[in-house]
């Protein structure tokens, strides 16, 4: 089975983020890695090849992720590399993945639910959208089945589906715990040679992107009231706050 | 200007984030705007809750119950042939999987997880989260058709009932769906569900044991919320994934949120901290949580919860 993988790189969540003085843009520490649902994703690839047979090859547009996901152990990676893609809106992005896949030839894509960046989950559904193939999203478990997929969801309880094949899948948490690296992957991954494609190799339109109109922080909270006292009497002047003063009960 | 709103029911009624939608609608869109309620199949019978408060109401026939595939090619189809600005769409896994489709579909810009919408001087904006809650980036949405979703809880649901609704039906044959369910396990719980909920309650280790639990239940019961749980929670093997709050769980966005015996790491914090009202109960009066809520008590869960439990069932009765 041939297993594409769509990798974002995004900032790691301890990254230090600060909106600019003027608002009209971030600075965020140079902290790169893969997606944590994107690294579920890759497991999932690997052990579907343990299960299948087949070849992994990780598509993205971050070298970080990228050789992230050889070390793991995907056989190959494929990179978009266009100035068009800085910034993109995220069909534009999806158009490219899906041309970049179409071009290796697939059995089945993985991507995560969501970057762990705008939380958007965008990308896959539509990677399936213009690929022309099934898509189910939040999975959390797999099995290949006389040539279709029998796959278990996480939406409002559970469902399992069964679906036919080329089709595509993101990951929940909960489907594998990623791998850690093996020095040897990491070694592979540095010496690997990632090819390098473009939109116009890949004969895709732009989609012009929404205008960003500033920026903000995440709303400061006051201080902290702390309510002293015994359980009960803490318990019953709390009542009293949420009550009269912050009017939530 | 059109905004349109798309339908999803929650047992019998509405969806409360839709209402939310029609009324924020109706709100930024000022004197010229037509808000179109737009239901898809069985959702149909539901969106009559919104008659009084959208200009018109739009039952698409075709696709009855869920599915994605026919939803998808439904909405694709009337979304193109009518070609309103702006759709407001409720988050949650169907729009999820519907809407990035369809914007693909019809070359659309697309946005989830937005959580305002408002009407600036260059027209209307909504804003979004980046770097995982770290900032937030309003995008402009004016001279463009775009795909719009909110969380639960970010707008007033309360408007005037009163508009003339126009109810038009199209039918459309809508592809088939090509994945096919097997099995379908709901949600076990009876109570609200976690996104959506008004008051969300939420315990971390500093609960001690699944036995605990209990407690939190008590106490979401008493305030008419949900539950929630840290990631340590779930890891342990205390409660679902379903219900865990942050980073690799949900977002929650409610009135008031409770955080019980949780340390305040910041994968927790990011899927909470839109919450109107924060309350922390911690035995360590240095927790990170404190930070992050607008109440503290120290002390120790076990004890604290039931007694505030008791004090708000007296304040109820
Ligand atoms: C990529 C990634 C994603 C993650 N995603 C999530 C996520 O989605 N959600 C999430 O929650 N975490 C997430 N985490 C984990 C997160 O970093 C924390 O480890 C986790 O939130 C800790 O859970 P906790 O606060 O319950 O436990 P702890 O950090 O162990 O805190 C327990 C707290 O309980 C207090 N306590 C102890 N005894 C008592 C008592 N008797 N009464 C009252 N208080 C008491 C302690 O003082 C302490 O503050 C993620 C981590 C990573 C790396
Ligand atoms: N630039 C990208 N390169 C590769 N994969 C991506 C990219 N952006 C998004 N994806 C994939 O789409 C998923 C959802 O991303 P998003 O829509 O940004 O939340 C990610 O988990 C990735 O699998």
Redesign the pocket.
């Known amino acids: 089975m041939n297993i594409a993988v769509?990798?974002?790189e995004v900032p790691d969540l301890e990254a230090r983020v600060q909106v600019t003085g003027d608002g009209s843009g971030l600075e965020v520490e140079p902290k790169r890695v893969l997606?944590f649902?994107?690294e579920i994703?890759v497991e999932a690839a690997l052990q579907l090849k343990q299960a299948a047979g087949g070849r992994v090859v990780a598509?993205?547009?971050g070298l970080e992720a990228l050789r992230r996901a050889l070390a793991m152990g995907a056989d190959a990676a494929v990179r978009?590399e266009d100035p068009a893609l800085e910034g993109a809106d995220?069909l534009t992005?999806a158009r490219a993945?899906a041309a970049a896949v179409a071009k290796e030839g697939f059995d089945l894509v993985l991507?995560?639910?969501?970057?762990t960046?705008?939380?958007?989950?965008?990308?896959?559904p539509m990677v399936a959208e213009v690929l022309g193939v099934p898509c189910v999203t939040g999975v959390v478990g797999c099995e290949v089945e006389d040539g279709s997929l029998v796959v278990t969801r996480e939406a409002d309880g559970r469902e399992t589906l069964r679906v036919p094949l080329p089709a595509l899948l993101?990951a929940e948490k909960g489907w594998y715990e990623p791998r850690v690296p093996q020095v040897m992957g990491l070694m592979k991954a540095m010496r690997a040679q990632i090819p390098a494609v473009s939109l116009a190799d890949l004969g895709v339109e732009a989609v012009e992107p929404l205008p960003s109109q500033g920026f903000q922080g995440p709303r400061s909270r006051p201080e902290v009231r702390m309510i002293q006292g015994e359980p009960e009497e803490a318990a019953a002047e709390l009542v009293r706050l949420l009550r009269d003063e912050a009017r939530v009960i | 200007m059109q905004i349109w709103v798309v339908c999803e029911a929650e047992g019998e009624g509405l969806r409360r984030a839709v209402r939310e939608l029609a009324a924020q609608a109706r709100r930024v869109g000022g004197e010229n705007v037509e808000v179109t309620a737009v239901a898809v199949g069985d959702e149909a019978g539901p969106a009559e809750a919104l008659q009084g408060t959208v200009h018109r109401l739009l039952k698409v026939e075709g696709p009855a119950g869920y599915a994605a595939d026919p939803w998808v090619d439904a909405l694709a189809r009337v979304l193109g042939d009518q070609a309103p600005d702006l759709v407001l769409w409720p988050e949650g896994p169907r729009t999820r999987d519907v809407l990035p489709r369809v914007a693909a579909r019809l070359g659309w810009n697309a946005v989830t997880n937005a959580l305002a919408l408002e009407a600036g001087d260059g027209g209307l904006r909504l804003l979004r989260p980046v770097c995982g809650g770290k900032a937030y980036q309003w995008l402009g949405l004016t001279g463009r058709r775009v795909l719009a979703a909110f969380r639960p809880n970010s707008f007033d649901p309360e408007t005037q009932a009163d508009l003339t609704t126009r109810v038009e039906t199209v039918s459309v044959e809508p592809a088939a769906q090509r994945a096919e369910v097997l099995e379908r396990t709901g949600q076990e719980s009876e109570r609200v569900p976690l996104t959506e909920a008004q008051v969300v309650v939420s315990g971390g280790r500093g609960l001690k044991g699944p036995e605990n639990l209990r407690l939190l239940e008590e106490l979401a019961d008493a305030l008419g919320g949900a539950v929630g749980v840290s990631r340590a929670v779930v890891d342990a093997g205390w409660a679902d994934h379903a219900i865990q709050v942050g980073k690799s769980g949900k977002t929650v966005s409610p009135a008031l949120y409770v955080a019980v015996g949780i340390s305040g790491a910041v994968h927790h914090t990011m899927g909470m901290d839109t919450s109107k009202v924060v309350v922390a109960i911690n035995s360590d009066p240095n927790a990170p949580i404190f930070r992050y809520a607008d109440y503290g008590v120290v002390g120790d869960a076990l004890q604290v919860l039931p007694a505030l439990t008791r004090a708000i069932r007296e304040a109820r009765t």
């Open positions: 769509l990798v974002k997606n649902f994107d994703a598509v993205g547009m978009l995220p992005v993945l991507a995560g639910k969501q970057g960046d705008t939380e958007a989950g965008l990308v896959g993101t």
